[in-house]
């Protein structure tokens, strides 16, 4: 299944990895310390705070946040270094590259142009994928295809 990558529905996802993983709603209850029903909720709601999403992902052996860092690297507007940020500032924060791409965005990427949604160039503009990029992408990947 191809996620949508810019609708993330963080229930229902945490809802499919605990069917994955077989787990059943007493022990997650016990370790977020909460009831059945706070449980249904938190699997019914498209976002969720931190905290649990943090729980979950620990519970669950699976990084929720890394499908907001796809979102991010797909649909966020390219930074502007020299928007808002006076000369020599810099942050106290850690430093991220944007242009890291997952086996998973990939796989979505090229699902999009082989399915038809989405032209080359279109995936070319609307992610900002160098065109070098998405063309070794392809050419890569359909090669893994004809050896299956």
Same mark, same amino acid.
């Given at each position: 299944?191809?996620?949508?990558? %810019?609708?993330? #529905?963080?229930?229902?996802l !945490?809802?499919?990895?605990?069917?994955?993983?077989?787990m059943?709603?007493?022990r997650?209850? %016990?370790?977020? %310390?909460?009831?059945?029903?706070?449980?249904?909720?938190? *699997?019914? *709601?498209?976002?969720?705070?931190?905290?649990? @999403?943090?729980?979950?992902?620990?519970?669950?052996?699976?990084?929720?946040?890394?499908l907001?860092? *796809? #979102?991010?690297?797909?649909? +966020?507007?390219? +930074?502007? +270094?020299?928007?808002?940020?006076?000369? &020599?500032?810099?942050?106290?924060?850690? #430093?991220?590259?944007? &242009?890291?791409?997952?086996?998973?965005? @990939?796989?979505?990427?090229?699902?999009? @142009?082989?399915?038809?949604?989405k032209t080359?160039? *279109?995936? !070319?503009?609307?992610?900002?994928?160098?065109?070098?990029?998405?063309?070794?992408?392809?050419?890569?990947?359909?090669?893994l295809? %004809?050896?299956?």
């Amino acid at each position: 299944m191809i996620l949508d990558l %810019k609708n993330i #529905h963080i229930g229902n996802l !945490i809802r499919e990895r605990v069917a994955e993983k077989g787990m059943d709603s007493f022990r997650i209850c %016990k370790f977020l %310390k909460c009831t059945d029903s706070e449980w249904e909720k938190i *699997q019914s *709601q498209k976002s969720l705070d931190i905290e649990i @999403v943090l729980r979950m992902s620990t519970l669950l052996e699976y990084d929720f946040f890394r499908l907001y860092s *796809q #979102h991010l690297i797909l649909y +966020a507007p390219p +930074a502007n +270094a020299h928007y808002n940020n006076p000369a &020599n500032k810099t942050s106290s924060l850690p #430093h991220y590259r944007k &242009n890291i791409y997952t086996k998973e965005m @990939v796989d979505f990427v090229l699902e999009q @142009v082989e399915s038809g949604n989405k032209t080359k160039s *279109q995936i !070319i503009a609307e992610y900002r994928i160098p065109k070098t990029t998405l063309y070794k992408w392809i050419s890569k990947y359909n090669h893994l295809k %004809k050896d299956k």
